[in-house]
């Protein structure tokens, strides 16, 4: 089956400008997550979802960072005002159920260019 | 807020060589310890994952070893293949309240040489 999807899978912005990012996860997944990862490192937590419910959105870097799932498939990752340093790779990933035993099922990611 | 310290960054190894690769965490819930491989252009993608009340567990050609009292886990490639070249990342538990969420480590890139 389809496995978690993103696009556009490629974005170059200028600075100022907004960007919305796209997320189709696995179908009848519960869960999603979004990332963030930056160049040789680590996926960042940014925000989760459960079903419709944004629960956490703790590692969103500030206010400019927006990010909904309004029927609890689809999620889109909003960021206005892009600046440089939002440049990065920004991962979606989604699971079966709520636990953090669920296995996390990444798609390739957008990769994020702000000029 | 967990923290977790994945070593080395980079590791370059002959065809059949035993990488491995170790974690180490500060505090965490409950033991729940996976380690995700990820190839260039591609997101992450679960390798093999630890559960409570197991100190090692093998999959394959990987294995994970997990010494609770030190706070730390490694990951082990027995025979490793060229094929294997990618970035390991390793995982913990939130240690606060959320049961959801994972902090990952700044990964290691592994190179296997022909």
């Known amino acids: 089956g389809a496995g978690v999807s993103q696009s556009p899978r490629y974005k170059v912005a200028k600075r100022g400008q907004d960007v919305a990012l796209r997320c189709d996860p696995i179908?009848?997944?519960?869960?999603l997550f979004w990332y963030q990862q930056a160049l040789g490192q680590g996926p960042e937590f940014l925000t989760y979802f459960q079903n419709e419910a944004q629960l956490d959105k703790s590692g969103l870097p500030s206010d400019r960072f927006f990010a909904e799932r309004p029927e609890g498939s689809v999620s889109t990752l909003k960021i206005q005002r892009t600046q440089q340093e939002d440049s990065a790779v920004y991962l979606c990933a989604s699971s079966l159920g709520p636990l953090t035993t669920d296995t996390q099922y990444f798609g390739p990611g957008t990769r994020l260019t702000v000029l | 807020q967990q923290q977790v310290k994945q070593s080395p960054q980079s590791l370059i190894v002959q065809k059949g060589g035993i990488p491995i690769i170790n974690c180490a965490y500060e505090n965490t819930a409950f033991d729940y310890f996976p380690w995700y491989q990820q190839f260039p252009g591609k997101g992450p993608a679960l390798l093999i994952a630890i559960r409570p009340d197991v100190s090692e567990k093998k999959e394959g050609r990987f294995t994970i070893s997990f010494n609770k009292s030190a706070k730390q886990f490694s990951l082990h490639i027995m025979d490793s293949q060229p094929g294997d070249s990618a970035t390991y990342f390793c995982a913990a538990p939130n240690s606060g309240g959320s049961n959801y969420k994972l902090t990952f480590g700044k990964g290691t890139l592994l190179t296997v040489n022909p």
């Open positions: 179908s009848g997944h519960v869960s």
